[in-house]
C-alpha cells in the first residue's frame, strides 16, 4: 500500500500557484507581521523598510490619515525594477484619538487602562502602486477589537513583557496581546496590520491572483 505523504505541497512551493509567474512584489514596510501575513498565502514579498514623518495633519480625520501614509510608504518604496510596491498604515482609535507606539511603559500602562473593557476601532489603510494603475489604489478597512476587563497586575505583566514597546495602542493581538482581545468584529488580519481579503483583492485587480493548476 502506498503511504501518502503527510505534506503533498510544500508551503514554498505554494508560490507556484500565483499568476502570473515571476511578478516582483515589494513590500514598502518594515513590519514582521504584514510580511508574516503575505507569506501565510503564499507571497514572498522583498521587504523595503520606510522611513517618514508620521505626523497627523491638523482636522486629519483617522481613515484619511491612514491611507495617506499607506500611500505615502508606496510611494516610497517604488522602484521600475520592482511590479507591484505595497504600502499599509495601521491606526488604534479611541474615542476619535490615535493612540500611537507608546513612549515608555508608563504611557503604555496608560493606554492598555484606557482600553480595557472597551471597545475601539482598528483602521488600516492599503495601498497597491503597478502597472495598470501607476496612480495606485488605496482602501481603508475598518475593525472593532473589544479589549476585556483588565486587572492592573495583568496590564503590569503585559508591559513587562515588552512587547506592547513597539504596537500601536500598546498591544499586538498576533502575540502575547491576544489574552487581551475578547471580541473582533471585522478583520483579524486587519487589526495584525494587513487585511488579507482586502488586499488580495487589490493584488487581483492588479493582475496577481491565486490560480490553483487543474
Do not use: C
Amino acid at each position: 500500500m502506498q503511504k501518502t505523504p503527510e505534506h503533498p505541497q510544500k508551503q514554498d512551493d505554494f508560490r507556484s500557484l500565483w499568476r502570473p509567474s515571476g511578478v516582483r512584489l515589494r513590500l514598502a514596510s518594515a513590519s514582521e507581521r504584514r510580511r508574516t501575513l503575505l507569506e501565510q498565502v503564499g507571497l514572498r514579498p522583498e521587504v523595503h523598510p520606510t522611513h517618514l514623518d508620521e505626523t497627523r495633519l491638523p482636522g486629519e480625520e483617522a481613515e484619511a490619515y491612514v491611507e495617506r501614509l499607506s500611500l505615502l510608504k508606496a510611494a516610497a518604496g517604488r522602484d521600475p525594477n520592482v511590479d507591484l510596491v505595497l504600502g499599509a498604515d495601521t491606526a488604534v482609535v479611541l474615542d476619535g484619538e490615535i493612540l500611537g507606539k507608546p513612549a515608555d511603559q508608563q504611557e503604555a500602562e496608560a493606554m492598555l487602562s484606557r482600553l480595557s473593557g472597551r471597545p475601539h476601532r482598528v483602521l488600516t489603510g492599503v495601498t497597491l502602486l503597478g502597472s495598470p494603475y501607476p496612480q495606485g489604489r488605496s482602501l481603508v478597512v475598518e475593525s472593532g477589537v473589544w479589549i476585556k476587563k483588565l486587572s492592573q497586575a495583568e496590564i503590569r505583566a503585559y508591559v513587562a513583557s515588552g512587547e506592547p514597546m513597539d504596537k500601536a495602542g500598546a498591544y499586538g493581538i498576533q502575540g502575547l496581546g491576544a489574552f487581551l482581545v475578547a471580541r473582533v468584529e471585522g478583520s483579524w488580519s486587519g487589526v495584525a496590520g494587513l487585511p488579507l481579503y482586502e488586499t488580495l483583492g487589490l493584488l487581483a485587480s492588479f493582475g496577481l491572483t491565486f490560480a490553483p493548476e487543474e
